[in-house]
């Protein structure tokens, strides 16, 4: 990373751990916060690469976890890693080309995590569910169901409306995926190691939890990243041209 790629670094984090901060409202499950910050680093990761969009996630969230709940381990172990996989998988698919074939198959396995991800902890797990939610299982699907469907028909819509932004739609919803598993288990596993009647947690998540938490992340991220990413990203390509060309010139420059 060049002199220039580490200010835009540090911007991204500074903006990431405050604007998180600024709208989560004091929502969480099972430690993790609801999150519509997380469309920052994705305009960052499309615009400037996939180094400084997972780098600065990465910070930012670091920042937001020891001002929030200042616990380093449990951000360096869940927040850190799931933050870093995903933006870095944005930027890095948002810059290649993908046929037909490879956006069709992105479409199946998104609605096949959308439709495992509703069903295990609502339906599944509707005990749990209803535990940590405070949803009966009928309110919970139907949430869950709204935001997914939601998710998908943006996805649907950037694949049609917005070509340009179809590898960005494809790398949203597999970046969001990878990132949501590696916060979820990794928040799991944080738990059973370290739990204490003086700690965050005071006594060990049940396994049953993990997927509830990987639906709460997935669902509060990607509408945003989906719905506002993509405005931000054509408005900054149409301000500032050279933009479009940003990954390219890199890629010579190396």
């Known amino acids: 990373m060049r002199a220039f790629d580490v200010v835009l670094t540090a911007i991204c984090a500074a903006l990431y751990a405050a604007v998180g901060l600024l709208t ?68 890095y698919v948002s810059r290649i080309t993908l046929d037909r074939k490879k956006r069709v198959l992105s479409i199946i396995v998104a609605s096949i995590v959308a439709l495992v991800g509703l069903l295990l902890p609502t339906i599944l797990l ?60 990794g928040v799991w596993g944080y738990s059973q190691l370290f739990f204490s009647p003086t700690g965050y947690f005071t006594s060990p998540l049940p396994a049953a939890l993990v997927p509830l938490i990987f639906v709460w992340t997935f669902a509060t991220e990607i509408p945003f990243v989906l719905l506002l990413s993509p405005p931000v990203i054509k408005a900054c390509y149409i301000a500032f041209p050279n933009l479009k060309f940003w990954g390219k010139n890199e890629e010579k420059a190396k």
């Open 126 to 185: 509707p005990n749990e569910s209803a535990g940590f939610t405070l949803f009966s299982t009928p309110v919970a699907t139907a949430l869950f169901a709204f935001i997914m469907g939601i998710s998908l028909l943006l996805f649907v819509v950037i694949e049609r409306r917005w070509r340009e932004f179809r590898g960005f739609g494809i790398g949203a919803v597999i970046g969001q995926g990878v990132g949501a598993a590696l916060v979820s288990v």
């Open 24 to 91: 989560s409202f004091g929502f969480t499950l099972g430690g993790v916060a609801f999150w519509p910050a997380a469309f920052i680093p994705a305009i960052f990761a499309v615009l400037f690469g996939p180094w400084v969009g997972a780098v600065g996630a990465s910070m930012g969230i670091f920042i937001r976890d020891l001002l929030y709940h200042g616990n380093p381990l449990l951000s360096l172990i869940a927040g850190v890693t799931g933050n870093f996989a995903m933006f870095f998988i944005i930027g």
